[in-house]
């Protein structure tokens, strides 16, 4: 092996630059040039790639967002723009790619390695932690204390205010950030879409919150509960109860990475490298109870990891 | 002078606890024994005090909120509960008030001094930093800096993705918070309802930016500029430009105060006590030119102080 | 069971009273009494102990510190101390109790069980992470983003000026703090007690890095590493590398604890309270693997855990 | 005026790029070009410059450090130096120069004039705030809140332990630092060099707060007084006073600056341009009492601006 390639895709996460770095730091140090596809898939197509030292990614394992940028790719989406990517790869002399993205961008990669026969490794690099086949991904950690700091901030608030705060954070499909937030904030409800309490159950809290008198209350809520959090708000306010929404938004996407996602992301982007000199190909690499797993690519979008039961059961004991 | 009060107003705003403290502390020092007053104005009515020594404030100077909470109060605005609030002040031997909060407060003091004769001083507890008297309002550089943070995030986010945003702060009469975030985050443009830029410009600006290839564009929207942050996003959509609408909200008014918020505390808290003791009433303490200067509370809500028209200048001339 | 205490002990960590809220909360949700003991060993010695309710412990789970304080107690080192908190705590109707804190906190525990029969439960407690029976102590995220945070400031002056780095963390015993801060913060040398590379090797690297050109390079130091950071900067300047040495020191145990401390503290808290009420005593409560597990007391100080052999493999791969 | 250069010279301080930043947009605006001097009097002896257009200083506003780098230059301490120096800018066609410095830097730009007539302006940059001529300097703000935040992490552990704490800011020549922190911190004392109290006075003060039972005390202490930190503590455990010790170090040079240091630099380096162009030279361009002022070069080292008095007064008001 030669020469690779690396690219981020899909929505940006806090730790790709460290992820990024480790590809080319690791490559190198093997006699591997690395070379870095811009915009996704979008650049893969239009060949917009350069070459990556180890001094091009000095001090990016800081740095929040991702240097190689990330694109939406309608091209890549029928059999020409993947021919055309798969062109530019031979032309580059490539002998293997590491995307960085989640379920979406492996569902691409897949196809470079089902259709072109090129050796692609997946590492998964997304805020929502909602990928199988690892423990975490990169951007979940500096997600979810982006988030907390805001809830400490809304709390400061809410204690002085004696107020009800709905806070929705991200998560369109899974509640991972909103339970971690949820305990570590303690939150009197957590809603997420794969357990979704019936709204009438909340209510009842808060009646009975009320009865106790606590006056101040966080209800914390993944995007993807339905209704999101303005239908929380709305169904509380229905019952009576004054209340405030925040939706956090695309801040908890940014920020400098915190440790555990650097570390993570640092661990993976080595383990690529190895991985496709191994002459792996289709799998996303992953960290499964403190060492590195390997799963295949079909498996991160057709199979789902839970939230921990534990965790769920402690947001109603914690929050008497 | 044998005993005062001190009591937190309106919104909440990070330093006002610092406030309390210095009052607590200059006081007892003087040999003055301080009553917090619980939930402003309804807990003066209602007789919701207790005395406060320098031990009670003890490591609330980080602490962002107001350990004497606040609400709105609205047996206050009429005459019959300020007499009611006036007799609790003299069940408890009050000679003097501290009132920590904005305009809206002010004028409350202001009857307290009219109707009742009761010594009444005010500190600027805001952060939006619109009240003629002061160079600054306590909570102001925290909420600045909050909302800097989160930009600086979405800013992540913004360059990997070259996308544009728009992001609605707070100040719904004032645009001082919009103007130095935006500098300080290098807007492509600040909207303020005091100088309201016809949102023609902005698109004539964004279409600018385009053609000069330049992809990633902030717009900072005062929450009192016409139509708000929504209205910005929904004017340059239907001019064509996909953009990303975030509003921070709440956020914005937590947090552990930074240094110059409680430094600017610290030192109002103490020259309160002073005031009362030199038998000043009905006007507000603020900082001005880096010394205590006291405004007639009425001027506090008759006037108005403008942004700095060299701050306003340099957003265009910086964001080439 | 009845009434069960609580209490803190050796040195602060961040998260310590979110356990102590989480076993507050879940005890009082099963009808069990919580006794919060201060200053450890020697407030149990003193009986300096009274009773929680779940609102004693509401607002605290962000907070630093322990909000049941914490000392060392010489009394406690002989019997006739034990015998006298024992005494208290059978005074107090005490049928089991929680002790969060390290290795020589849990040698006291353990005597209470021994010599005296109380049942005992201990909470890994402390930010260096070197405790046997646990992936993670609690305070131990929160440390390594503190030490990583001051780093990141390092590192603008160190690329500004060109400049090495020593920085020394804490671990007297164990490098985990310096390794995942020296992965995080990309390092060129990461120095430990458990594995001490000879410093002639730090001297050699550094040698290669100025041949290659690197101008600015960071040696984290483990407290415990022979010499700590001092030794280590002493030795490279006689080789005739010019450096600065900084030392983080306490700043590492305060501060808000992160979410995953706090998350791992309330999970803690509310399995020490069915620890205890099945009957479990003499153990640690850890997280292994995600999921709760326990380990005998003596084991604790007994066998030791290893850093992890991939992160120590990639400090010289990712450092190139 | 065609062509101006801009460098960054002496300890780095954050917002240094903000400034840079600011005299590139608005020069550019203007139709004059900008040289980017690299590591200070050194780089511009030896021609180390390059053209800096509006996208090379993007996303530089938030970044610490300089990405000008800085350093220390024997060279132009004799005239020969500089003649090289003056020869470089001439080589450049340079027509005006900014340098971003503290007094030391001054001093060598007011040479660039006197010897060579070369248009220089300066603009502080340095975290100490000890320059005449300013009310702040660029990078005091953030190192104010920087080390704002380290004690605040420390008091967690202080009030935990209920120990005392000596904790080193920096400040070789001046307290500003120290005085800010110690009163946004709480601290009890404050020691700086301009107006040392013996330290009798601090041992006579920990004995009165022993006395009235407070037990965790703060002593902030400049780098500039007396025997510094150390030498404080020697003193005060002399005393029989068990203590702690920190040095903040260098951690209070970089990070991201905070906004009024964003927003002080950026109007300093738009009004740069602009004293350039009105033909101004040896002078340094500071904010006084909120607009710009202008200061003899000379001044800045030999006239002093004193700390506030009244916040010094303070200290002990508040520390009761």
Redesign the interface.
């Known amino acids: 092996m030669k020469r690779i390639a690396v690219f981020?895709s899909g929505?940006?996460a806090?730790g790709m630059n460290a992820a990024v770095?480790?590809v080319v730091?690791?490559a190198?140090?093997k006699g591997i040039e690395v070379v870095g596809i811009m915009r996704g898939f979008q650049g893969m197509i239009e060949g917009d790639m350069r070459l990556l030292g180890?001094r091009d990614v000095a001090?990016t394992?800081?740095?929040?967002?991702?240097i190689l940028?990330?694109?939406r790719s309608k091209d890549f989406r029928n059999p020409e723009g993947r021919a055309k990517a798969a062109e530019q790869l031979k032309k580059w002399d490539i002998d293997g790619v590491v995307c960085v993205g989640g379920d979406g961008s492996f569902h691409g990669a897949h196809y470079l390695h089902e259709e072109h026969g090129i050796k692609v490794v997946g590492l998964p690099g997304t805020i929502d932690n909602d990928l199988y086949g690892t423990?975490y991904t990169i951007g979940y950690?500096t997600a979810?204390?982006?988030a907390?700091d805001?809830i400490?901030?809304?709390?400061?608030?809410g204690?002085?205010?004696?107020r009800i705060?709905v806070v929705e954070v991200m998560g369109r499909h899974a509640g991972f950030i909103a339970l971690?937030?949820g305990?570590?904030?303690?939150a009197e409800e957590v809603l997420i879409p794969e357990h979704p309490m019936p709204i009438e159950e909340v209510i009842q809290t808060l009646k009975e919150s009320e009865a106790k008198g606590k006056k101040s209350s966080f209800i914390i809520v993944a995007e993807g509960y339905p209704g999101g959090g303005q239908g929380v708000q709305d169904a509380i306010e229905g019952a009576g109860f004054e209340s405030?929404l925040?939706?956090?938004?695309?801040?908890?996407?940014?920020?400098?990475p915190?440790?555990?996602d650097?570390?993570l992301a640092?661990?993976l982007g080595?383990?690529a490298v190895c991985a496709l000199q191994d002459g792996k190909s289709d799998v996303m690499l992953g960290v499964t109870?403190?060492?590195?797993s390997f799963t295949p690519l079909a498996d991160t979008w057709e199979k789902r990891k839970d939230v921990?039961a534990?965790?769920r059961s402690?947001v109603k004991?914690?929050?008497?």
């Open positions: 981020t929505g940006d806090p770095r480790a730091r690791a190198t140090g180890p001090n394992i800081q740095r929040g967002g991702t940028l990330t694109a423990d950690f979810v204390d982006t907390l805001c400490d901030k809304l709390r400061d608030t204690a002085s205010h004696e705060f971690d937030v305990i570590a904030s303690g405030r925040t939706i956090l938004g695309h801040v908890q996407r940014g920020g400098s915190k440790a555990e650097r570390i640092s661990r080595e383990a109870n403190h060492e590195i921990n534990h965790l402690c004991t914690l929050s008497v």
